[in-house]
């Protein structure tokens, strides 16, 4: 099989993307700031290395996914997102998780610095993943790269663009843009048991979350799905972003299944719902579109609600 590359240059940072590579997952990374784009047939997407050590992408879809991971040599597996993290499958092929889930508005200092701690004690090459890969796993890498003095923050930037990191999480861009190199005794002061499960979600505490951010998006689509002039703290796409985590955490929880396979198809299609809307948010999608998707999701919301809510 022939390989294409694509070079790319962003604010002075050498961007290469692999579209179809015919080298195997375990090659020897390419330079620091670099964008790879996984093969098709693996079960990863959105595979970005920052340098050797370092790499972001989406959640390790199943078995494929954590078997690419051991071809690539990762020993340290670091968990943004809200979901339960595969600890088994990971611990199954000699992989170690850490959770730190973070939000879509931010990485806050303490959260960078215990990513950074991790990354840099633990053993590696260590893998940063969210759900995609676009959002919030190329921000905690290069928010962490930049406080271990491996990136500049523009560099750190211009690794999140060229991770296709949206420009409407201004938060993750701003926590790249003023972070700064941490010092030993920073990095050292942050925690060092590094939990493999970090959550205090069950179903109801997650559907209290979605209730709200489908509160907040009822004013979001009220302004045309921009930002409120009465709530300008807001962030349409994060919103959106939290309602889909929320549901798909709520489904984690084992009273799910107590409710029924019904429940549980419909939370499943909620959470496909919720992200196509998220997805459309992010595109950039026309106000008319975005309202289709919003009564798909709130229909299915109002319905099930009436269905379960004295059951949860």
Not at 137 to 166: H, N, Q, R, S, Y
Not at 238 to 266: H, Q, S, W, Y
């Amino acid at each position: 099989m022939k390989c294409f590359r694509l070079v790319i240059v962003i604010g002075g940072l050498v961007v290469w993307g692999s579209l179809f590579s015919c080298s195997s997952a375990s090659k020897a990374p390419p330079s620091a700031g670099t964008a790879e784009t996984a093969s098709p047939r693996h079960a990863l997407h959105n595979v970005h290395r920052v340098n050797d050590r370092i790499v972001s992408g989406s959640v390790p879809e199943g078995g494929p996914g954590f078997d690419d991971l051991r071809d690539m040599g990762i020993r340290t597996v670091i968990s943004v997102d809200g979901a339960t993290p595969d600890i088994e499958a990971a611990q199954a092929r000699g992989m170690r998780y850490v959770h730190i889930p973070v939000t879509y508005a931010n990485v806050t200092n303490a959260q960078r610095l215990e990513i950074a701690r991790a990354i840099r004690d633990l053993p590696g090459p260590v893998y940063v993943h969210c759900h995609h890969g676009k959002h919030r796993g190329p921000a905690a890498a290069a928010a962490a790269a930049v406080a271990l003095g491996i990136m500049t923050p523009d560099e750190g930037i211009a690794f999140m663009k060229a991770a296709g990191t949206a420009s409407n999480y201004q938060g993750l861009y701003a926590c790249v843009s003023t972070a700064v190199v941490a010092s030993a005794a920073e990095i050292d002061s942050a925690p060092a048991d590094f939990p493999q499960v970090r959550r205090a979600h069950g179903l109801v505490a997650a559907m209290v979350e979605v209730d709200q951010a489908y509160e907040l998006l009822g004013e979001i689509r009220a302004a045309e799905w921009q930002v409120p002039k009465t709530h300008p703290d807001l962030v349409p796409a994060a919103e959106a972003g939290r309602l889909t985590d929320n549901l798909r955490i709520g489904g984690e929880d084992p009273k799910c299944r107590d409710l029924g396979d019904d429940f549980v198809k419909r939370l499943a299609a909620a959470v496909e719902e919720a992200s196509a809307l998220e997805e459309g948010i992010v595109a950039g999608e026309p106000p008319e579109s975005l309202d289709a998707k919003w009564k798909i999701v709130a229909a299915s919301c109002k319905d099930c609600h009436a269905t379960y809510r004295d059951r949860r």
